[in-house]
């Protein structure tokens, strides 16, 4: 068995769970590598608090599973099988089990069905536990795609131009994004003028002027199942507004401080508030509108928040965002964004291109 199920078991246990059932998505690839498709025939990880592991997959996917070199015991279903009796059996009369987060929800209730007398509880914690601190490969692969998204940001100034709309630069980027040895394309947010005042605008149609501040957000999925995510502001051609030039320089000694700042040893919230507090002292309190940040590894969107009210201690390994933003409805909106990792007494940042306002000479 793999060290990653072995401290799976463990931590199940201290939880009181029973035994894990996990279905395809981030868990089942960090836990087995296996990045299993979401189909609609079963597929699920049964793996005991103390025990061997099964992988349940339907007969069809067996030579897959094997492909993704799954080395434990593999049990499969034919079509006219009911693979939940059969999950059932494996699961025996574990009284407490741990179900995937984002196991569908017919799944959740045929698992109910089939094991009624057994107790449902949720394995994202466990899970959590786990992933929340990357090990050197993870940290390696992380900074490898924090690498290739800084290659796409260092070409961005090249396609935009004030004359062209969001969606034909959005769309040069995210091909950008794939040559730069992504797999996937996961977000292209180019925010122009007052769309760069909603953090998640994706691309419109609206044409990029001259003295258009812009908010640029990308990330992809790298071969290696880990995610990139950056943020840069550029100005195409002609004059920024006097007022973006100066909430940007708050913006961007808010966030220079928080990188400075985090550390092992902080919580996720006092990071927040190092950057809350220079965004609010220069009167954009509320403009700042979203949390600073959130973990990162084999998705976008992970633990840890770094959020307002979380108490959680950040330790070596932990990756994650920062990235504070002040938006001015209906002007526009900047927001800074690296990827940082804890190292045993600071962080490493995997984004390093420049971070001021790049000002495009159009
Ligand atoms: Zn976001
Ligand atoms: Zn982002
Ligand atoms: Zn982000």
Known sequence: ??????????????????????????DLRYLTGYAALPLERLTCLILPASGDPVLVVPALEKPAAVASGIGFEIATWDETDDPFDLAA??????????VDDHMWVSRAFALKNALPAANQVLAGPVVQELRIRKDQAEVDALREAGTAIDRVHRQVAQWLRPGRTER??????ARAIIDEGHETVDFVIVGSGPNGASPHHELSDRVIEAGDPVVVD???TMP???????TRNYLAGGQAPAEYEK???????????????????????????????IIAAAGYGEKFVHRTGHGIGQETHEEPYIVEGSKLVLEEGMAFSIEPGIYLEGLYGARIEDI????TDGIECF????????????
Do not use: H, W
């Open 1 to 26: 068995m793999t060290r990653r199920l072995e401290r799976a078991q463990k931590v199940a246990t201290r939880a009181g769970i029973d035994t894990l059932v996990i279905t395809p998505g981030a």
């Open 89 to 98: 059996r494996l699961v025996g009369t574990a009284a407490t089990i741990g």
């Open 168 to 173: 034909e630069v959005g769309a040069d980027i």
């Open 218 to 220: 990308i990330g992809g």
């Open 224 to 230: 290696s199942g880990y995610c990139s995510d950056s």
């Open 247 to 277: 909430a940007y320089a708050v913006l961007a000694e808010a966030q220079a401080a928080q990188r400075a700042y985090a550390r092992p040893g902080v919580t996720a919230e006092s990071i927040d508030r190092v950057g809350r507090d």
């Open 340 to 343: 940082v990792v804890c190292t």
């Open 351 to 362: 984004n390093n291109t420049p971070r001021e306002l790049f000002r495009v000479d159009a």
